[in-house]
């Protein structure tokens, strides 16, 4: 069981690397970890599968980072959604194939024909130096954190969902103090 921050940070990366774009990657993870009421119940391949779903809503970009060579970032880049995730999955972070293949959705044929075809687009753009952008991209990866602004935009979402709560008990308290009020006045109009 990973703790909240190790969560943001796993989606956070894996997201990154799927859409090349470090902001969209922050919306991923408000998909991905806060709509999920307890994380205790979202174990790694779930996680995983979440970060896919929703960085193919997101149109690739190319990724850019002072750490990974542009003939690289450019290959990424060319591959289509599928292709990108099980490269990743499989030379990257070094999953399972059927990891992979349940991360991505589909069967284990199909992550493998997608990573054979992610492959042969890797070595015809790289040739030789695809082993090293490998690791590059590896690297790079590993040094993602989340950034700052995400956890102040998470912070201030809290605040405000706490102010709304406070404001509506608030209100909840002046209706029912109305309500014992007007129940507590005496009936003048009636008699016997």
């Known amino acids: 069981m990973l703790d909240r921050e190790a969560c ?6 894996l997201a990154t690397l ?10 991923v993870i408000a998909q991905v970890i806060d709509s999920q009421p307890d994380l ?8 995983d599968r979440l970060t896919v779903l929703r960085s193919r809503e997101i149109v690739p970009a190319t990724l850019v980072a002072e750490t990974i060579p542009p003939a690289m970032a ?22 399972p194939d059927r990891e992979a293949a349940r991360a991505m959705d589909c069967s284990l044929t199909a992550s493998q024909r997608h990573l054979e075809l992610a492959e042969q687009a890797m070595d015809a753009k790289l040739g030789a130096t695809a082993s090293a952008a490998r690791t590059a991209v590896l ?29 509506v008990a608030a209100l909840a308290a002046m209706v029912i103090a109305a309500i014992l ?10 008699t016997h």
């Open 74 to 95: 450019s290959a990424l880049a060319g591959l289509t959604p599928q292709q990108r995730e099980a490269w990743v999955f499989a030379r990257v972070y070094r999953a």
């Open 139 to 167: 690297a790079y990866s590993m040094q993602l954190d989340v950034p700052g602004f995400y956890r102040v935009q998470r912070r201030r979402r809290q605040h405000a969902r706490l102010a709304t709560l406070l404001a």
């Open 181 to 190: 009020l007007w129940w507590s006045r005496p009936f003048s109009g009636l």
């Open 40 to 47: 205790r119940n979202l174990d790694s391949a779930h996680m």
């Open 18 to 27: 799927l859409t090349g774009n470090p902001v969209a990657a922050t919306k």
């Open 8 to 13: 943001e940070r796993r989606v956070y990366r």
